[in-house]
Structure formats: C-alpha cells, structure tokens
C-alpha cells in the first residue's frame, strides 16, 4: 500500500492558480504582489536562492504561499541548507490556517517522521482536517488509516468511504485501494460504506 508520493510541485502549481485572487487579497497592495510574484519566478527558474531570500520576508509577515514556499525549500534544501525540522514548523504555519494541500503534507509527515517524530494519532487528525474539505489525496489516506488500524481502530466500512470519496474527487489511489478493501468486507458493509459516502457528501463533510 502506498500514501504518500512526493507533490510538492503538483500542489504548489495549483496554489498559484487556485489563490491568486486570496494573495492579493492577504498582501493588501501591488508592490506587495510584485514582490510576491517576483520570489515565483525565481522559484520557477530554479534560482532557488534568490526565490528563498526574496520567500522569506514574506512568509514572515504571514503569507501563507509564501509559508508553502519556505516549507518546500527547507524540505528540498532549494536555495537553503535542508532542514526537515525546520520545514516542518512552517507548514505548521499553513496547516493551521485551514489550508488543506499543507495539512495533508503535514500528515505524511507525521506518519512517516520526517522532520518530525512518528505520531499515527496526529497524522489521522491532519489528515481528517484535510478530508473533510474534499481533497481527493488525504481522503484516501485517511481511508488507509482506517484499512490498516494505524492510529485508530481498523474500521473497514470508514476506510472504504474513504477510498470512495478520494475516488470521488480524482484520486486514483482511493480507487484502487477500494477495490482492495472491498475484498475484505461483505455486501453489507460496502452497501453502508457507499450510503455513507453519499451522506458525507450531501453534508458537504458535515456529517462523515
């Protein structure tokens, strides 16, 4: 089983088309934006250096792209020496700020211990933040928690729901793994594992 792939480029390419408008929005004035777009491009061409010294005032006066951006490079050592500890504290920095790309990086941290140590408990609870807006890739995580007991209780009718609903939302894992699960459950249980997806669904995530 596998729930972790490495996407930091994938997620940071949707964040600066997805919250274009928000980090105009956070960063108030156009200077700002210019600054902003400036470290981008930098980042974009691999001037990694430039892009951290440009990043890093900004994430300080709490940019969350910017805040991803720093992660990123700490993870990587782009631009920085690699410090995964330090990589760890700034996506916190998003994480808690709702942001769901940041919270689901932030449970394949906790599950694997990188930067941070191991902690199956917390990376269910990130991970669960993350479901709960709709992302396709940490729904499907929390469905392999659940699959395999690890930091909550081995449930495979949640962990089938799971599955669905990052199948639902484009992950093609979540497909996969609920074929895989389904072979360990009776018709009963998948039957109520798809009539709660629907009400998880129709909740918008209230009611999971």
Do not use: H
Request: aromatic share 12%; hydrophobic share 40%; proline share 0%.
């Amino acid at each position: 089983m596998v729930i972790i792939r490495n996407f930091w480029l994938g997620i940071m390419d949707v964040r600066k088309v997805l919250l274009g408008l928000a980090l105009s929005l956070i960063l108030g004035n156009g200077m700002a934006v210019a600054d902003y777009d400036s470290a981008y491009s930098a980042y974009k061409a691999k001037d990694y250096k430039t892009a951290f010294r440009k990043m890093l005032p900004l994430a300080e006066k709490g940019n969350l792209d910017a805040q991803f951006y720093i992660a990123a490079m700490y993870y990587d050592g782009r631009g920085i020496k690699k410090d995964r500890s330090t990589s760890v504290l700034w996506l916190t920095k998003v994480a808690i700020r709702d942001d769901m790309y940041a919270q689901a990086l932030l449970a394949d941290r906790y599950f694997f211990g990188t930067g941070i140590e191991n902690d199956d408990k917390t990376a269910v609870m990130w991970y669960t933040k993350s479901a709960e807006q709709g992302y396709g890739f940490a729904q499907t995580s929390l469905g392999a928690m659940y699959d395999n007991g690890r930091g909550v209780l081995t449930d495979f009718v949640r962990g089938y729901m799971w599955y669905n609903l990052g199948a639902y939302n484009g992950d093609n894992r979540g497909r996969e793994n609920r074929e895989s699960i389904a072979k360990k459950m009776t018709t009963a249980q998948i039957a109520k594992a798809q009539e709660m997806s629907s009400r998880c669904l129709d909740s918008v995530y209230a009611d999971c």
